[in-house]
């Protein structure tokens, strides 16, 4: 994803996730999240290609999500990128109204 550009914008925000890989849980926190994705620094390295569930949310702004997901870059071993998949239209909502609400604190990245 270094050499692609972004379809979506997303913005630098910090919210807790819950990541279940295979059979196993971890804790992590974004780095920045869009309406497509978003990036995590890990504890664990993800390789890419690695298909995960993410519960994520931010009460009372960003309620509750139980997102699948594909990881699709890793840095440093810390940190993943993350492509959303099977989003239904009520998550893509939530996410969109989430992240206009951040609009205003100038954390938009591309």
Do not use: C
């Not at 692609?4 to 974004?30: H, L, S």
């Not at 298909?51 to 699948?68: A, F, N, Q, T, Y």
């Not at 989003?87 to 205003?104: E, I, P, V």
């Amino acid at each position: 994803m270094a050499d692609q550009q972004r379809r979506f914008n997303r913005a630098k925000v910090a919210v807790d996730a819950v990541i279940q890989a295979g059979d196993a849980f971890f804790y992590a926190e974004t780095v920045d999240l869009g309406e497509m994705g978003l990036s995590l620094r890990t504890k664990k390295p993800f390789p890419v290609g690695t298909e995960m569930r993410l519960v994520l949310g931010r009460p009372p702004d960003l309620p509750k999500l139980d997102l699948g997901g594909v990881v699709r870059w890793m840095r440093d071993g810390d940190s993943v990128g993350v492509e959303f998949t099977g989003l239904s239209s009520q998550d893509s909502s939530t996410l969109a109204t989430f992240l206009k609400s951040l609009h205003g604190e100038s954390n938009t990245i591309n």
